[in-house]
């Protein structure tokens, strides 16, 4: 088996560690940011839908700070459940190295990612007590049984052979091809006509 080490060699310490306050707020700042723009993407189709309307009439539509908010908040608790569920990553999990999953490493699942999302979204300071917790946990993660760790490695539990998962197989061995296999001499390459 061919093996690559997905975890970069700084990082190898770190691995399946629950991860600190500052890479989980520096990955729920880039999430707020992908919703964002996914919440102004919505209000910009909503523009255009009523501009193909209206045509000459058109006015783009005035949306009260409250429904904006509001609207904000409903994606970013969607964009987080979803992630999570999926994949146990948000984008900015992804891109800092973090994972979210239950306490002995299993994957969340949907109940558990939406009731995480709806306070992380609603109680968004609660995640401070990651700071002082022994364990690194925050308030919502002690409520739903989850824990945030550093993980580079692909989705899924580690092997016995492969304890932290930093290893990963790229080129899986053919059934039918044989194991010590030597070249063969191509003409006019390898000297031979």
Known sequence: MSLVQVV????????RRPAGLVSRLLANAIDLTV??????????????????RRGADFTFPTVSL?????????????FFTV????????????VLGLRVQLRDGRPIGLVRSLLRAVLCVHFPLLILWAAISRDRRSVQDLLVGTSVVYDWGPPG????????GMAVDVAAPVADEPRERQPEPVGGVDGQR
Do not use: C, H, M, N
Request: aromatic share 14%; net charge positive; no cysteine.
């Open 157 to 164: 539990r580690a092997t016995s052979d492969d304890p932290v």
């Open 8 to 15: 970069p060699a700084e990082a190898r310490g770190f691995q």
């Open 35 to 52: 919703a964002i723009v996914i919440t102004v993407a919505i209000y910009a189709g909503w523009a255009g839908f009523k501009f193909l």
């Open 83 to 94: 992630a999570w569920t999926t994949s146990g990553r948000t984008y900015g999990d992804r």
């Open 66 to 78: 409250f429904v904006a908010i509001t609207v904000l908040l409903i994606v970013l608790a969607a």
